[in-house]
C-alpha cells in the first residue's frame, strides 16, 4: 500500500513516527547549526533569565529563556591564549652580522649575539637590530647621485690653507658600528656627526699645511691625519663607531683659477723633469770622476812605494860597493866602468870598422829606417858621428888601440 493511499495514516518513508521504525531522511542543516551553536553557548556562557514575553529574534524552541552570561571556563580559555601568544611573541632572532639591543621600558639592558633569543614581551622589553658588519660610507664634499655620477657640494669641499688659499677637496669615509648600544643611544644621528666630525678633522688638517703640498705630494699625509683625528674623536664621546678606512678622492684648486694652476703645475712638472736629468747626470758622472780620482791615488800610491823602494836598494847597493871599493879599489873601479860602459852601449847602436883601415865609410842605418822612427837627416848625423868616433879612435897610441879592440869584441859578443 502506498503512504499516501487511504489507511497509510500518511506516513512518508523518511520519518519515524508512531510506535513503528521507520527510514531516516538525510539531516537538516539548520538543526546541526542550531546544536552546535547551543554547545558554544553553553561552553561560554548560560542564561541568564526567562525573556520578556513578546520580545523577538530568540533562537527557535527557546521560548522564555533569557540572554546567557559568560561562562568562567570559556573566558579562562580565552585569557590562556591570549596570554601564550603574549609569551611566544617574545621570541626573536638575531641575524649573522647584527646585533640585538635589547631595552626595558627604554632602558638599555643588554646587547644580544647572534641567534634565537627570548624576551618580555612588548610593552615591557623591545628589541633593534643593528647591522655591525656591513661598512657603511660618508662622504665630505660631494654626493653620490648614482653609482657613476656625483655632485660637489662647495659649501663641504672649499677649505682654506695655511698659506691662505683656497683649495676643493673631496673626501670619503667607511666606517663600521663597534658597539651597537652606544651607537644607537649616544648620539640622535650617528651618521650626521660622524659626517660633521669628519669635516671638521678634514679642515683642520687642510688649515695647517700649504697649498702646494695639499695639491701634490701630501694627499696621503692629509687622509692619514684626518683618520687620527676623527678615530681620536670618537674615542672620546663613546660613538660605538670604527673608522676603517679615509680616502681623499680628489683635490683641485677653485674652478675659477684652475687655468692658471694647470700653467703653474707644468712649469713645476717641467722643473721636476730638469732636476731628475741633472740629477741623473750627477749620478752619472761623480762615480766615473771618483773612481778616476782613486786609481790617480792609487797609481801615486804604487809609484811613491816604487820610488822609495828603489831608492832604498840603490842605497844599499851603494853602500856596499863603497865597501868593496875601500877593500880593492883598482878592480872595483874597472868594473863599475865595464857595467856602466855596458849598461850605456847596449841601448845605442854600434857599427864597427877595421882600425888598421883609413878609408872612408858610408854608413846607412836600415835597421832605424824599417822600423820608421827616426828620420833620413837624424840617421845621417847618428852615422857620421859613429864614422867620426870610429876615425878618430885609429890616431891613438897602441895601448889605447889594444883596450879599444878590446872592448869591441866585448860589446860585439
Known amino acids: 500500500m502506498a503512504w499516501n493511499e487511504p489507511g497509510g495514516n500518511n506516513?512518508?518513508?523518511?520519518?519515524?513516527?508512531?510506535?513503528?521504525?521507520?527510514?531516516?531522511?538525510?539531516?537538516?542543516?539548520?538543526?546541526?547549526?542550531?546544536?552546535?551553536r547551543e554547545r558554544l553557548e553553553g561552553l561560554f556562557g548560560k542564561r541568564?533569565?526567562?525573556?520578556?514575553?513578546?520580545?523577538g529574534g530568540g533562537d527557535e524552541g527557546g521560548g522564555g529563556r533569557g540572554a546567557k552570561a559568560p561562562g568562567g571556563k570559556g573566558i579562562g580559555i580565552i585569557i590562556g591564549l591570549i596570554?601564550?601568544?603574549?609569551?611566544?611573541?617574545?621570541?626573536?632572532?638575531?641575524?649573522?652580522?647584527?646585533?640585538?639591543?635589547?631595552?626595558r621600558f627604554g632602558e638599555f639592558r643588554y646587547t644580544a649575539m647572534p641567534g634565537p633569543h627570548w624576551h618580555l614581551p612588548y610593552p615591557i622589553e623591545a628589541v633593534q637590530t643593528v647591522d655591525v658588519s656591513t661598512r657603511r660610507r660618508i662622504t665630505v664634499g660631494y654626493?653620490?647621485?648614482?653609482?657613476?655620477?656625483?655632485?660637489?657640494?662647495?659649501?663641504?669641499?672649499?677649505?682654506?690653507?695655511?698659506?691662505?688659499?683656497?683649495?676643493?677637496v673631496q673626501l670619503a669615509v667607511q666606517y663600521q658600528v663597534s658597539d651597537a648600544a652606544q651607537f644607537l643611544f649616544e648620539f640622535v644621528d650617528p651618521e650626521q656627526t660622524l659626517k660633521e666630525l669628519t669635516e671638521s678633522a678634514l679642515r683642520e688638517t687642510v688649515g695647517k699645511r700649504r697649498m702646494d703640498f695639499v695639491l701634490t705630494e701630501g694627499r696621503a699625509e692629509v687622509a692619514q691625519q684626518t683618520r687620527e683625528l676623527i678615530t681620536e674623536a670618537l674615542q672620546y664621546y663613546d660613538a660605538g663607531v670604527e673608522v676603517v678606512e679615509v680616502v681623499i678622492q680628489d683635490v683641485q684648486p677653485p674652478e675659477q683659477v684652475q687655468d692658471a694652476f694647470e700653467d703653474a703645475i707644468k712649469a713645476r712638472e717641467d722643473r721636476e723633469r730638469l732636476i731628475n736629468q741633472a740629477e741623473a747626470y750627477r749620478n752619472e758622472i761623480i762615480p766615473r770622476a771618483e773612481g778616476e780620482a782613486a786609481r790617480i791615488r792609487e797609481e801615486a800610491q804604487a809609484y811613491l812605494a816604487q820610488i822609495v823602494q828603489q831608492a832604498t836598494g840603490d842605497a844599499s847597493r851603494f853602500t856596499q860597493q863603497l865597501a868593496e871599493y875601500a877593500k880593492a879599489p883598482e878592480v872595483t873601479r874597472d868594473r863599475l866602468y865595464l857595467d856602466t860602459m855596458e849598461r850605456v852601449?847596449?841601448?845605442?847602436?854600434?857599427?864597427?870598422?877595421?882600425?888598421?883601415?883609413?878609408?872612408?865609410?858610408?854608413?846607412?842605418?836600415?835597421?832605424?829606417?824599417?822600423?820608421?822612427?827616426?828620420?833620413?837627416?837624424?840617421?845621417?848625423?847618428?852615422?857620421?858621428?859613429?864614422?867620426s868616433g870610429s876615425l878618430s879612435g885609429t890616431t891613438g897610441s897602441s895601448s889605447t888601440t889594444s883596450s879599444n879592440s878590446s872592448l869591441r869584441m866585448r860589446e860585439t859578443r
Open 11 to 36: 506516513r512518508d518513508p523518511w520519518s519515524s513516527g508512531g510506535g513503528g521504525r521507520g527510514n531516516q531522511g538525510p539531516p537538516d542543516l539548520d538543526e546541526v547549526i542550531r546544536k552546535l
Open 48 to 55: 541568564s533569565g526567562p525573556r520578556p514575553a513578546g520580545s
Open 83 to 103: 596570554f601564550l601568544g603574549w609569551i611566544l611573541s617574545g621570541i626573536y632572532i638575531v641575524d649573522e652580522g647584527t646585533r640585538g639591543v635589547v631595552t
Open 143 to 168: 654626493q653620490a647621485v648614482s653609482p657613476q655620477q656625483t655632485r660637489p657640494v662647495l659649501s663641504e669641499a672649499l677649505m682654506l690653507t695655511e698659506d691662505e688659499n683656497i683649495v676643493n
Open 345 to 387: 852601449l847596449g841601448r845605442s847602436g854600434k857599427v864597427l870598422i877595421d882600425a888598421e883601415s883609413s878609408n872612408q865609410l858610408m854608413y846607412l842605418p836600415l835597421d832605424r829606417m824599417m822600423r820608421g822612427g827616426v828620420p833620413q837627416s837624424s840617421a845621417d848625423n847618428n852615422a857620421t858621428d859613429s864614422l
